[in-house]
């Protein structure tokens, strides 16, 4: 998209950024509401990403700010129906086991969503290796996309919850993180080397060879944590340990592989 678009773009999530702030902070009674002039200072980081040319706007990236906008409005339109104390955090059987402020309940998922688009927009413009970023680029955007799918999927159970349905939280998570740990697996195996993306060793780093065996490798183990963890729909008592497990075997596994990896080129 021509530079003029992604300025017009840019002005108006400026000014969309300076109405956040007096209308969230309208909504939240009178006086400095510190989490509407969060919210608006990340829009205009955004503003300025984009202004300055150190972002870029496509049809993906539109998507994604599309459904970051959009978590907003779903945060504005039902506010008023939240109670005051937001259910925030289920344990592994699906239980409510932690609480937030009404505020905050609603607007901090969309928050995270908006500073992962920020750093969506600045990672392939900052990192010294960002030719290669290129290379993957498309499978870089759509993990973004799928990342924000996951967390407006997340918000929505959560909104759901709080108007008063009830369902296991847990299960209808299971499939939704299986879904998200399989497109890791698509990035990491077309990941090249950068120093944001993948799986960052000093091994990996140091040495091509290790980098691309240990992202091959990485790309196979997290699609099959992806399967592992659709066992959780079926033993749910043990879901949300089995899909923890086996990403966290896979991450502590590839690490090792890495160094082992290195080490056997470097004793050749």
Known sequence: MNKLITRIISGVIGVFSLWVVMFMGFINGPGIDYGAVLIGALFLAVSLVLFFDFGSINKRSLVILGLVVLSFGVGV???????????????????VDDYMGRFWGAFLMPIVSLVIYLMFLLIPKID???????????????????????????YSLTIFWNLGYRFNFSRYMIPAFAI?????????????????????????????????????????????????????????????????????????????????????????
Not at 190 to 198: L, T, Y
Not at 212 to 225: D, E, M, P, R
């Open 180 to 268: 998200l740990m399989y497109c890791a697996g698509v990035l990491i195996s077309k990941a090249e080397k950068n120093w944001f993306i993948g799986i960052k060793t000093p091994w990996t780093l140091s040495n091509d060879k290790v980098w691309n065996k240990t992202h091959k490798l990485g790309g196979k183990l997290f699609k099959i944590s992806a399967v592992i963890i659709l066992f959780g729909l079926i033993f749910p008592v043990y879901g949300f340990y089995i899909g923890i497990g086996a990403v966290v075997f896979s991450s502590l596994f590839l690490v090792l592989y890495s160094y082992l990896e290195f080490k056997k080129i470097g004793d050749k």
């Open 128 to 154: 010294p290796m960002k030719e290669n970023i290129k290379k993957f680029r498309k499978y870089f955007d759509g993990f973004i996309l799928a990342i924000i799918l996951f967390l407006f999927y997340i």
């Open 77 to 95: 339109y039902f506010y008023p129906q939240l109670p005051e104390e937001v259910a925030s955090h289920w344990n592994a059987q699906g239980q």
